[in-house]
């Protein structure tokens, strides 16, 4: 039996419970930001890809091409950042050489991985290995834009150091995590 409001009901008069999601029409257009999700439910998600060579002597980390930008509803939730990287290598003499891997907030480091990936070269080969994948559950704080990104460097020679080889596709997923 649907409720009625009059005059002498009034809108202050219905207890808690009393609507039910069978009471509520399906074309009901509710704001979302009335809608509560539980800790840990996915938010929002955002993607980059990217597939093409790149290739560095560089010992100072430089933009791989690959970041997204997400922005949280909430400064309490947090971002789950997921990253692949394909195809990593290096060309070097040294054994001591590599790739790094960075990840970075906002020009920040958030923190650096895959510390000298390719390490295990001898002589002048080139050496690489499939993927390197990295999780890392972020709290920024912020409601404001956050773009993360990746960087790499060649690792302590300044041999050439590769990801995407062959063209293999990155990716770099950002998930809001309701805080």
Same mark, same amino acid.
């Given at each position: 039996m649907p409720t009625e409001i009059s005059g002498s009901t009034g809108v202050n008069k219905i207890q808690d419970n009393t609507i039910v999601n069978a009471d509520i029409n399906s074309s009901a257009a509710i704001a979302g930001s009335k809608l509560v999700m539980p800790t840990g439910s996915v938010l929002q998600v955002i993607q980059d890809t990217h597939s093409a060579e790149q290739n560095t002597t560089s010992t100072?980390?430089?933009? %791989?091409? +690959? *970041? %997204?930008t997400? !922005?949280?509803?909430? =400064? *309490?939730? /947090?971002? +789950?950042v997921l990253v692949e990287i394909t195809g990593v290598g290096k060309m070097g003499a040294s054994n001591n050489s590599g790739v790094s891997l960075k990840l970075v907030r906002n020009n920040s480091n958030v923190n650096t991985f895959a510390d000298r990936a390719g390490y295990n070269a001898t002589g002048n080969s080139y050496n690489w290995i499939g993927s390197i994948g990295h999780n890392y559950l972020d709290t920024p704080n912020s409601t404001s834009a956050l !773009?993360? /990104?990746i960087q790499y460097r060649s690792k302590i020679d300044g041999s050439t150091a590769r990801i995407n080889d062959n063209n293999n596709v990155s990716s770099l997923i950002l998930m809001?995590? =309701?805080?």
């Open positions: 100072s980390f430089i933009d %791989a091409s +690959l *970041s %997204a997400i !922005t949280p509803s909430s =400064a *309490s939730n /947090k971002i +789950l !773009t993360y /990104k809001e995590i =309701a805080g």
